[in-house]
């Protein structure tokens, strides 16, 4: 994509998001000069308004929404605080350039005159503010440029345009291309690629692994890792790799409940940020492995194997009772069976078959004979 | 630097980490041999064996070792584990791949026959013993290839050649270049550069902020973060920086007693990672700031500033006290002005005073009065 067509992009979104979050202040102003209580409408966040939507096939928020108003004694100050951060927000749209949610925190900090009450004392405070208002605008905090801290890597051919710089990402040596924590479109788009797929790698030191094996020349994909439960930047990159060049997408875990549920976070979104999964989830990601079968058929020995924990077992019975989880033939029959195995089986245990079993035999075994989840 | 030159580099390190470890597996042998009982001498790492040198300006280790036997109850199982994880070393350094902390406890970790007993339980057991192996061969794990988690982000104008491939720190978008956990020579080399300085943050945010402001190159520098608490990858990393391309390093960080820390672990070294220092430190890093004067002078409200908790004043108290800053007068002073000062203020703060303040004329004005603790 060109620079130009990219600043397009940007000022089409600045514009959009400025344009309602004029339209946000004009409401309250006009709300005071009728003399009615100022108030907003906030889509609510929590689980009794998430819903798994079949037809998407990923977790979106119900429409239930929760007035906060001035005149509320419980509601005055996080009133205030919305109108704060909306009021920094525009600034920050304007300006263009981005900053990270302990800034914004800063930006909003400051004493009530006449008080000893702060605006925000704590960034918790802000960062929850930020989400209220991507509910109310319906546009993500990263479309307005505020980051958090990145944590994914990618490597594979693949070239990319991030802030004007031509990236070739099968040149990028052991590091990898760093996933930035904003990835929209105009800042970061992609050329086309002749890859064949994405291999999402739950952790960090696998992907490193792959990466030195060059497993994404000798398979023509990407490979990618979000370290563990991923950040919304990798999440938000998958998601356009999926959706506007075409990649099918398979997730490689730990065989154990987390390593699922990050594979289900990929896959149709998270509960907390449901709000999100439009702009995030791919509902047609399989799951690759570890599974339980892989046990059995990379005889993978019983000194490798660690036990599970209480909490282990707990979360295999409440993620197996999520909805998305619970009419799935396939994950409630590996539930059941991890829940008998007792044990954790890491990827991690796949190297120690062989220096590079996991990327010569493993990996290369289960694409050949299609043996994922759906 | 080339390839073939690099390939030259990392046989040479492989050869010599080889033989290091068959003279070590020699000498066990020739003990059993001799009846003797099999033993190895490991370099004490606690604090009681750590010590400033006043020459080179860094933390040490001392000439303190310890034994461990295999004849001894209380040693018998260290001692086995050691002989293992010497033994995965040296299948790792003969295959020339590398392989994260976790891969390699796996590679480990195996039942003992006749018995219920592991090798190894826990990652927490084979990451010491790779610290002892480090002492007694004095050579790294990152030299054998042994990786671990990599935070570091950097940007500017330097060329590197990372395992073949030539990247352009000045040409990587948002992203910036990811600073690999292994950052030795012969893997990682760098081109000749004209920039002037070294500009370390403390913070990731901070960082993306700096960059997204092309700081690097309106004050032709590279800027450089190991996301708080750096890992050793950072730290190496900079110290190639500074000590092969001869660039001043200035370090900005919370003005807080763990900010401070921060810059004293760049500068001198870490006490837990002693005999790491040599090859990592930095003895004549500056500090930029935040610092106490920077309050005043730059007139940041009191409600940004942060309550200082107790564990602040402790730890206040007990850095002070260290070899290195107790007959600093300089942060003598800027300890007590902190303690009495009661609060903590971060680099974050410096952006709420104007979106572009910190990179127009906070940084600038320090740099350019010098204003900075050597």
Known sequence: MKQSEQKKIRLKTSKEINDKLVELGKKVIKQLKDYENPSVN?????????????????????????????LN?????????????????????????????????????????GTKENTFDD?????????????????????IGIFAISKGKMSGDLKIVDSGDKIDCGKLGSSGYGIPSIVEKGII???????????VVEKEQTWNRLNQDRFWKRKNCLIITGGGQPDRGTRRFLHRLNSEL?????????????????????????INLAHFSENAAVPDAKFIGVKMSDVEK???????????KKIDYKRVREISEYEWFKTDKAWQKEFKKLSDFKHVVEQDVLVAKGLDFMSKEYLPFKFDTKDWIE
Not at 81 to 107: C, N, P, W
Not at 123 to 143: A, T
């Open 123 to 143: 960034q918790s405070e802000s960062d929850i503010i930020i989400e209220d208002i991507e509910g109310l605008l319906s546009r993500l905090r990263e479309e």
């Open 246 to 270: 075409d990649l099918p997408v398979y997730v490689f875990t730990d065989m154990d409940i987390w390593g699922y549920y990050i594979y289900s976070v990929y896959k149709q979104g998270s």
């Open 73 to 113: 004694l419980s509601q005055s100050k996080s009133f205030m605080q919305t109108m704060l951060v909306a009021s920094k927000l525009r600034e920050v749209i304007k300006d263009g350039s981005h900053f990270g949610l302990r800034q914004l925190f800063y930006m909003c900090k400051g004493g009530i005159p």
């Open 42 to 70: 906030i889509p609510l966040r929590s689980l009794s308004n998430v819903y798994f939507d079949e037809k998407s096939r990923m977790l979106h928020l119900g429409n239930k929404t929760s007035d906060r108003s001035y």
């Open 298 to 308: 990379f005889n993978i020995p019983k000194s490798h194997w660690i036990p599970m």
């Open 189 to 199: 788009d992609f050329d086309k690629t002749s890859v064949d797929f994405v291999l």
